[in-house]
């Protein structure tokens, strides 16, 4: 499905938490695109298999946002970040807002580290403009492979 190119583009967004590109212009700050008439099921559900295909486990999941995480892998941002509570994490929240017939996608990424402890401690990952001209090519495809019939 199409729309597991919108899931590799979270797993790359989450995978360079200490990025130092200047910040998007989008009204989020994040990777933020809006899919044209498309169905919020088949976007949401595409996504989510795709995420569980890339090795990310659902810690939550509603009708507007799926939130999901898996071990960070060995990089630099990985080991400054591992504590005696484990390994880093990436987290990826994306969030579905229904738009009139459309639906704005908006991806938060992060590296976390002390994962569901009182020390949690959260590295938010700063997307790039080329981050989101990767976003807005993979949201054009979801219009298709998600167009409501």
């Known amino acids: 499905m199409k729309v597991q190119r919108l899931v590799v583009l979270a797993g790359v967004l989450s995978l ?63 080991a400054m970040l591992t504590t005696g509570y484990g390994p880093p994490e990436q987290r990826v929240a994306i969030t579905m807002v229904p738009t009139g017939s459309d639906l704005r996608v908006v991806i938060d990424a992060s590296v976390v580290s002390n994962s569901g402890t009182a020390f949690e401690r959260v590295q938010p990952y700063r997307a790039s403009a080329q981050d989101q001209e990767v976003f807005e090519a993979m949201a054009r495809r979801a219009e298709t492979t998600c167009a409501r019939k």
Not at 39 to 59: E, I, K, P, S
């Open 16 to 78: 360079a938490g200490c990025a130092t590109a200047p910040p998007i212009q989008t009204a989020s700050g994040k990777p933020d695109v809006v899919i044209r008439g498309a169905d919020r099921a088949c976007v949401r559900d595409g996504m989510l298999n795709g995420l569980l295909t890339n090795g990310f486990a659902v810690r939550t999941a509603n009708d507007l946002q799926v939130v999901v995480q898996r071990p960070a892998p060995p990089s630099f941002a990985a």
